[in-house]
């Protein structure tokens, strides 16, 4: 009955490194988001996922940044050649993405700081 | 492109009074949902209420209801009786209902840092 977790929970690097974050979504959730949230601001879309697909990177601030779920369930965000505007808090989202709309449930976050 | 607005950045409520959270949003869209998350200094994101706009009956959830007026484009979130752990930041979101392929993203607002004082 575990929720969605995400590794790390934080993560310092240095200017220029590439990091991989990762979210392990609800046993059984299709639907997976990333969201971005910098401080004293509200979470912002950047990725989508149904299954497998990814359906929509519109939210991908720039080449940098790209996402995977091979398998339909877990799913990393990499950011290459990290810049310090990319410090945030990295959210992933699942929820069971069946029809009508269902709740997304918020995983705890990984903040990635860069020095 | 949706755009949702939270005006107060800040408030505070005495425990055990009621206290509202104002939002507002710009859309061209007919069928939409609008949610209220709440962000404890643990930094969860906690669904509170959401609300269909089909539906004119505004939704509650216990101690939270909202006031949604959809030819003003505003959904404000009452919460009454105040209680210490209510003490978080709020958001407010957008979200069209786009279907499982095209996915249902959020829109949030830049949020409401409510302190509820003993």
């Known amino acids: 009955g575990a929720g969605v977790s995400q590794s790390p929970r934080y993560k310092v690097t240095k200017r220029g490194q590439d990091v991989a974050l990762r979210c392990d979504p609800i046993?059984?959730?299709?639907?997976l988001y990333w969201y971005r949230q910098a401080l004293g601001q509200g979470p912002e879309f950047l990725t989508y996922f149904n299954y497998e697909a990814q359906q929509d990177k519109s939210g991908l601030p720039n080449d940098r940044f790209s996402a995977e779920r091979p398998e339909g369930s877990i799913s990393t965000l990499t950011i290459q050649r990290t810049e310090q505007r990319d410090s945030a808090m990295y959210r992933c989202?699942?929820?069971?993405?069946?029809?009508?709309?269902?709740?997304?449930?918020f995983g705890p976050g990984t903040r990635l700081t860069v020095l | 492109a949706q755009t949702v607005t939270q005006s107060q950045p800040e408030m505070s409520v005495q425990e055990a009074e009621t206290v509202t959270l104002s939002c507002t949003y710009d859309?061209?869209?007919?069928?939409?949902?609008l949610f209220w998350y709440k962000q404890p200094p643990s930094r969860q994101m906690i669904l509170v209420i959401r609300q269909e706009a089909y539906k004119q009956q505004n939704a509650t959830e216990n101690r939270f209801s909202v006031n949604f007026q959809k030819a003003a484009k505003s959904f404000s979130l009452k919460i009454s009786d105040s209680q210490l752990g209510d003490t978080a930041m709020y958001f407010c979101a957008f979200m069209t209902h786009r279907g499982n392929n095209a996915g249902n993203m959020l829109t949030f607002g830049g949020g409401t840092r409510l302190m509820v004082k003993p």
């Open positions: 989202a699942s929820s069971l993405g069946r029809t009508g709309v269902n709740e997304q449930f």
């Open positions: 046993s059984g959730h299709v639907s």
């Open positions: 859309t061209s869209e007919n069928n939409y949902y």
